[in-house]
Antibody, heavy 115, light 106 residues
Framework: VQLLESGGGLVQPGGSLRLSCAAS????????MTWVRQAPGEGLEWVSS????????YYAESVKGRFTISRDDSKSTLYLQMSSLRVEDTALYYC?????????WGQGTLVIVSS | DIQMTQSPSSLSASVGDRVTITCRSS??????LNWYYQKPGRAPNLLIF???TLSSGVPSRFSASGSGTEFTLTITSLQPEDFASYYC?????????FGQGTKLEI
């Protein structure tokens, strides 16, 4: 199992960014997928999840209305479209395979929101 | 959402010590409780799932127990590689929330 995030970078407040998580080594369609973030020096914060079979999406209150999670099962890729970014969105963003248990994680992609 | 509260938030210990970390949930979550550890600069690693089942490769000095709303993670005979941050996470009901973490320091 491999999860490889990309798309992070430096963006100004109010800007947008799209993160990707390329998955391999398992049947992507069958699994829920989740984004978790970690601000510098802080703990883990669940951000968003997309279930595989029921195709339901879930968002933390802190990102609801600003972030959109999606997935392309044909490409085994999970996305996180982030808009109206705030300074407090600065964090390392991880994707994780979600079977209720986050057994596999990517290495993370860093998002810095700063003017 | 289910709130998860860990204590203590930080803990100082020595190699060879026994330490216990507590995690409490705002409502009963049966045994749907997982533990992760994280070293600085690294992604989290699954330590224990289902309240008390060790993940593959986790040493037997780690153990966990609890059900309902109160859970504990115990590390006996601390080793240098155990000094890290530990997080509990409930998977009883979405969103699967984390505790705020416990930093275990030398």
């Amino acid at each position: 199992v491999q999860l490889l995030e990309s798309g992070g970078g430096l963006v100004q407040p109010g800007g947008s960014l799209r993160l990707s998580c390329a998955a391999s080594g398992f049947p992507f369609t069958n699994f829920d997928m989740t984004w978790v973030r970690q601000a510098p020096g802080e703990g883990l914060e669940w951000v968003s999840s997309f279930t595989g079979r029921s195709r339901r999406t879930y968002y933390a209150e802190s990102v609801k209305g600003r972030f959109t999670i999606s997935r392309d099962d044909s490409k085994s890729t999970l996305y996180l479209q982030m808009s109206s970014l705030r300074v407090e969105d600065t964090a390392l963003y991880y994707c994780a395979r979600d079977s209720g248990v986050y057994e596999y994680w990517g290495q993370g992609t860093l998002v810095i929101v700063s003017s | 959402d289910i709130q998860m509260t860990q204590s203590p938030s930080s803990l100082s210990a020595s190699v060879g010590d026994r330490v216990t970390i507590t995690c409490r949930s705002s409502q009963s979550i049966s045994s749907y409780l997982n533990w992760y550890y994280q070293k600085p600069g690294r992604a989290p690693n699954l330590l224990i799932f289902g309240g008390s089942t060790l993940s593959s490769g986790v040493p037997s000095r780690f153990s966990a127990s609890g059900s309902g709303t109160e859970f504990t993670l115990t590390i006996t005979s601390l080793q240098p590689e155990d000094f890290a941050s530990y997080y509990c996470q409930q998977n009883y009901d979405r969103p699967y929330t984390f505790g705020q973490g416990t930093k275990l320091e030398i």
